[in-house]
């Protein structure tokens, strides 16, 4: 959700190659498995990658109800990775 991560760029993709759903904190929701069932039945999309970043607002925040919910990398199969704000690198997490 953070507007300073251009997924575009960060990928090397052009726009349209990609489907990107983005939400606060990274969360998996009901919504977002919905999209995601979406994208891959309806559109063939065949990988997922879900992308957190560096200095998120978002586990800080008290008035969260999901700020407790970590999101791991192999969850519903997907790849994961840490997007660092302060130096532009994408590391992917095990």
């Known amino acids: 959700m953070d507007a300073r991560l251009d997924i575009y760029r960060i990928l090397g993709l052009n726009e349209g ?39 998120c607002g978002m586990p800080t925040s008290v008035d969260s109800p999901h700020h407790r919910q970590p999101v791991h990398s ?15 690198r994408l590391k992917e997490v095990a």
């Open 17 to 55: 190659d990609a489907h990107v759903i983005r939400n606060a904190g990274g969360v998996v929701t009901d919504d977002a498995v919905r999209s995601l069932a979406i994208s891959q039945r309806l559109l063939g999309t065949r990988k997922i990658f879900l992308i957190h970043h560096t200095d």
């Open 74 to 88: 192999a969850h519903r199969g997907g790849r994961g990775f840490i997007f660092d704000v302060a130096t532009g």
